[in-house]
């Protein structure tokens, strides 16, 4: 019923830059907070960084001042600018829809996308 499609990820060199977007689809009222998290082989899951729909953002430290999250609320679209890549940066980045309400439907609901890899070579 809901759907979140990531796209934007691929193969870049150290110190290169990109940008991933997450578009959210279905019968969807409203989405409270959007994020990324990534998920590197034999590590668990992490919070990459979150916006809220007022636009509050938080971001993991190892992150701050290289990535930078932002949403359009209208479109239900989460993107996320990555600068300065490391190779620890490389990852399967997921992006993830919070309370979500549907419309015609009690509760609130969280939903994961598919994923997109990143890989950062040194």
């Known amino acids: 019923q809901v759907q979140l499609v990531e796209s934007g990820g691929g193969l870049v060199q150290a110190g290169g830059s990109l940008r991933l977007s997450c578009a959210a689809s279905g019968s969807i009222f409203s989405i409270n907070a959007m994020g990324w998290y990534r998920q590197a082989p034999g590590k668990q899951r992490e919070l990459v960084a979150l916006i809220t729909s007022g636009g509050s953002t938080n971001y993991a430290d190892s992150v701050k001042g290289r990535f930078t999250i932002s949403r359009a609320n209208a479109k239900n679209t989460v993107y996320l600018q990555m600068n300065s890549l490391k190779p620890e940066d490389t990852a399967v980045y997921y992006c993830?829809?919070?309370?979500?309400?549907?419309?015609?439907?009690?509760?609130?609901?969280?939903?994961w996308g598919q994923g997109t890899q990143v890989t950062v070579s040194s």
């Open positions: 993830k829809g919070e309370d979500v309400i549907i419309n015609n439907r009690p509760g609130k609901y969280t939903y």
